[in-house]
């Protein structure tokens, strides 16, 4: 969840008389966009259907993903095939017993074992 060390290029002036100064080393922990209170009401409830999607998932300007068009395909053709075909689809193990993949960068897990029972029709 976080971005490889950067250096500010020029002095940088923030709320509360914090300033970054010019050469200083920034980690940005993109997995804090969307915790804001102010900005998403209750941040730590997932809420695929919450009214503002503000986020930095698939990056930002120079940097944002080539591979989304793909993941939004994916997202919109293939889970909802996946869900039709198994209505009863469930996780195979609880969620603490989830093992999370190495990384700096990312939170996500190294598996997530389903159950996949076709319905009876």
């Known amino acids: 969840m976080h971005l490889p060390l ?3 290029t020029d002095d940088i002036d923030l709320e509360g008389n914090l300033t ?3 050469g200083d ?3 940005i922990g993109f997995g804090a966009h969307g915790r804001d209170p102010e900005v998403n009401p209750d941040p730590d409830q997932f809420s695929i259907d919450r009214e503002d999607r503000r986020h930095l998932a698939f990056g930002h300007g120079i940097h944002f993903c080539l591979g989304v068009a793909l993941a939004r395909l994916e997202a ?9 075909r198994f209505p009863r689809l469930q996780l195979a193990t609880q969620p603490a017993e989830f093992q ?4 700096f960068i990312g939170n996500d897990y190294r598996s997530v074992p389903v159950k ?3 319905d009876a029709a």
């Open 20 to 22: 970054i100064r010019k």
């Open 76 to 84: 919109r053709v293939a889970l909802p095939a996946l869900f039709h």
């Open 116 to 118: 996949l029972t076709p």
């Open 6 to 8: 950067r250096y500010a």
């Open 25 to 27: 080393l920034i980690l």
């Open 100 to 103: 999370p993949q190495a990384s």
